[in-house]
């Protein structure tokens, strides 16, 4: 596999930034940016999954670094950051055989994460989103870390500059690097979130450190923006998905069949462009599925 890496400079303060990259055969093709994870930089084995789809559908594909492991304040959704992927979007405008119709952005955990606080940031730049296993709100995930002992509540002290409510300062980063904070901007393009129903606990679906409620109330927000407000799920039903790792008897019960997931579909909802699914499964993401997405468009 013809892969490669380049350092772009950025734009904001012209230091130096690692991209993997997997240029298209031909001429006029899809471009995927696809993100690394939380704890990850762009070496991440993870890449090979993205760049191995792309290349058996000759599509450009980019994995750029964003200043590394969410551990700094530099990284976990930084102005710097977000300007890094933006940038290495320009980078392949320019030196890529990009149809820019087709510009996609695919990421999970971390990389969901970062996906939609993208999204809710730059909505113009994607034609379609695919967030997975996202955290939606770092003040939240924070709390939730702490009580589960996760090492991750240290990584998002270090990014936002101390625990939450420790000043208006600190505060306002947790805010700014929050999806939830700017994802409205998004109800204009197709945005995809996917979570597995046992994510967020131990046992099943491994480590489970992203409870599903994040990737319900980032859906949630894309239909208040889209003025679709009966149908978001209310907060009782996502406290009892989280809780009980299941949807309530009787809640949204229909049979659904999706080949692209091999799995069980438990919840399926639709508002105007934005989809959630929760499906069978924990902290992970089904790249098919990924792909499927993004071939409709």
């Known amino acids: 596999m013809d ?3 380049v350092s772009i400079p950025s734009s904001l303060d012209k230091t130096f930034q690692k991209v993997k990259y997997l240029k298209a055969r031909s001429e006029n093709r ?3 940016v696809a993100l690394h994870t939380w704890s990850y930089g762009y070496e991440q084995d993870a890449a090979e999954e993205y760049f191995i789809r792309c290349q058996d559908r000759d599509w450009n594909c980019i994995f ?6 969410n551990n700094n304040p530099e990284a976990g959704g930084s102005e710097e950051a977000l300007q890094d992927i933006l940038d290495a979007v320009s980078w392949a405008s320019v030196n890529m055989n990009i149809d820019h119709r087709r510009i996609f952005l695919a990421g999970a955990s971390g990389g969901g994460h970062m996906a939609l606080l993208s999204a809710g940031n730059s909505p113009s730049t994607w034609t379609a989103v695919s967030a997975w296993v996202p955290i939606s709100d770092l003040a939240r995930w924070h709390k939730e870390s702490v009580e589960r002992g996760l090492h991750y509540a240290s990584d998002i002290e270090h ?7 420790t000043s208006p300062e600190v505060d306002r980063e947790y805010s700014k690097r929050s999806p939830v904070t700017s994802l409205w901007r998004a109800h204009i393009i197709p945005l995809y979130i996917n ?10 679906g491994g480590e489970g450190s992203v409870p599903a409620g994040h990737s319900i109330r980032a859906y949630n927000e894309l239909a208040k923006a889209a003025g679709k407000h009966d149908d978001s799920i209310p907060e009782d039903v996502i406290e009892y998905i989280e809780t009980r790792e299941h949807v309530p008897e009787g809640y949204d019960r229909r049979k659904i069949n999706d080949p692209a997931y091999g799995r069980t579909i ?5 508002s105007s462009l934005a989809r959630l699914t929760l499906f069978e499964g ?5 790249y098919d599925a990924v792909f499927n997405w993004f071939e409709k468009f």
């Open 64 to 69: 750029p670094d964003f200043r590394g492991p």
């Open 3 to 5: 892969v490669h890496v």
């Open 30 to 32: 899809p471009l995927l």
């Open 159 to 165: 990014v936002c500059g101390g625990v939450p409510g």
């Open 195 to 204: 979570a597995g129903i046992h994510d967020g606990h131990a046992g099943k």
């Open 282 to 286: 924990g902290h992970e993401i089904i």
């Open 266 to 270: 438990h919840l399926r909802r639709t």
